[in-house]
């Protein structure tokens, strides 16, 4: 892998993320040269306390480190929330958000993309059609004493995947979990994935102690070499350079200008990807035009259709006796046994320090609930399209998804005891927000506002999820029906037995709400006739209007995937490789 700087390349890469370098190696292994732009530098170039560790002593995302380097574009939401504006966390950095996620691997359910090919007519975007994508960028590693269905798993993909009961990090709450959740009416999935999400899974995560700890993008070009690939840090693409509405080059904002001779592939995602296309000339021509931007095509569709997994985080205390020495709470009370994990961590041997304190995903079906839902959206306005409607409406659809964390999430301080987190999750929300540059200097972030909890659905299914967690939490006893978990912190005095009231839902929505930080759909992959949402790329990911552009990462999809997104980006990348190079055939060179 050569670091120079080209001015030719067949093809240049904006945003060396998730998506970036999947298209970095296929097309470079294909012959073709390939030039990756990306804005941050690479992780291994900086220094911070514990750089290693991706979770810091209470479990959660190492975000200390990531706010000591500059690894994030640091962008707040443009409203408030709860009065406060929410923190939108995004990789700026070589591998981008595959550095900074929580490592979830989730592929999301069948009916999230038989919708999306529905949406676009193309079958191609099936479930079952993907599957081949999502195993050919996984390395799965079960625990080889489980018994599971081995076919619905790549193995010598980039990506190293270890389900959490394989990665020897020994939960003390595990089987209290594991109970409640099926006393609680959740079907046991194993290690899920499979395109029937419904039930309660065991988490795949994309951390690997034995393969270089976690397992972000750059895996596709470690240990990759070609002369005709070349990957430049701290490049921040300013606009895409147009002839004649072709696409033949982008300028830095520093002044450089770099051509390619076949096509630039914008992959910088959800929030960066439409901005650059709005600087280019491409959008909504009257905002355009507000900022003295040249129109290049009108496509209005651009920023548009801003969605995201809003959550709550759900805390309970856990009584003292059931706490053992494995909710990630002792590591902050009792040094010994941080120093123990420390250990294991650094000689590779697995232990709580490996990843996040998630073991379990549930996920559940509100329709019922969503009907009604959807009917007092109508009445304000709503302008569901058919088949989203069908979707939401449907048995088969998992709304909600309820994660089970053993620690306190973002704890105050001084605080002592253990804890467990659930957190509810809006799986599948029918909000939607916007992207908008607020001028035409492109260092200047854009405006972002996903606009979380908007539509009566979303909030409905928020209130369920609540309530479902609460279920789960109540049906965590021991052997001899005692309980396991005590009050819930933000009602104190208020134990699982007796739920929340409507007030207290109310209360969370108004106060709590946050992001999984999942960005996404603000470049969606629709018919051109499509009205809701507005079209930006067809199912080639190929930008209307102009030739030699197209965009690949999250921003393409359409409507919400029930899933974390990183394993869906990879498997979008993975797909449209194939067709960059159904168009430039193996070994052809400019």
Known sequence: MDNSFPTVSDFIIVGGGTAGLVLARRLSEAGHSVHVLEAGPRIESLSAEDPAIPFDKTGQLNLKAAISMPIDWRDLSAAEYGNRRIFMPAGKVLGGSSNLNLAIWTRGDAVDYDLIANINNDPSWKFESMKKYFKKSENFHPDSSKSFDGENYGYDGPIHVVPVDASRRGYSLSDYSHSAYEAAGFKYNGYGNDGNTLGFNTLGQTIDSMNGGRQSSTKYIEN???????????????????????????????????????????????????????????????????????????????????????????????????????????????????????????????????????????????????????????????????????????????????????????????????????????????????????????????????????????????KEAMKTANAIVAKMVDEDGSPVIGPEVDFAGTPPALGFGEEDLETKLRTSVGSIYHYAGTCAMAPLDSTGPLPVVDTDCKVYGVQGLRVVDASVFPVPISANTQAPVYALAEKIADAILKDYPLGAHS
Not at 237 to 245: L, N, Q, T, W
Not at 357 to 377: H, I, P, T
Not at 406 to 432: D, F, K, M, Q, W
């Open 224 to 462: 990759f070499g070609p002369a005709n690939l070349h990957v430049s840090e701290l490049q921040m693409v300013a606009s895409i350079i147009f002839e004649d509405k072709k696409a033949i080059g982008v300028k830095t904002v520093g002044g450089v200008t770099y051509k390619a001779g076949k096509e630039v592939l914008l992959c910088a995602g959800g929030l960066r990807s439409p901005a650059i296309l709005q600087h280019s000339g491409i959008g909504d021509e009257s905002h355009l035009k507000q900022h003295g931007i040249s129109i290049v095509h009108h496509l209005p569709g651009v920023g548009r259709n801003l969605w995201d997994h809003p959550l709550i985080f759900l805390k309970w205390s856990v009584q003292e006796k059931y706490a053992g020495t494995t909710t990630l709470d002792k590591l902050r009370s009792d040094r010994k046994i941080m120093v123990e994990e420390l250990t294991k961590y650094n000689q590779k041997q697995g232990g709580l320090l490996e990843g996040p304190s998630l073991e379990f995903s549930g996920w559940k079906n509100y329709a019922q609930a969503c009907r009604q839902a959807v009917v007092l959206d109508d009445e304000s306005g709503g302008t569901l399209s058919r088949p989203i409607r069908d979707y939401i409406w449907s048995d088969r659809t998992p709304h909600a998804q309820l994660l089970m964390s053993y620690v306190y999430a973002s704890p105050p301080e001084n605080i002592t005891g253990s804890y467990i987190t659930l957190l509810g999750i809006v799986a599948t929300p029918t909000s939607r927000g916007y992207v908008k540059i607020i001028s035409n200097d492109p260092s200047a972030p854009p405006e972002c506002d996903p606009k979380w909890l908007s539509t009566q659905v979303d909030r409905t299914i928020m």
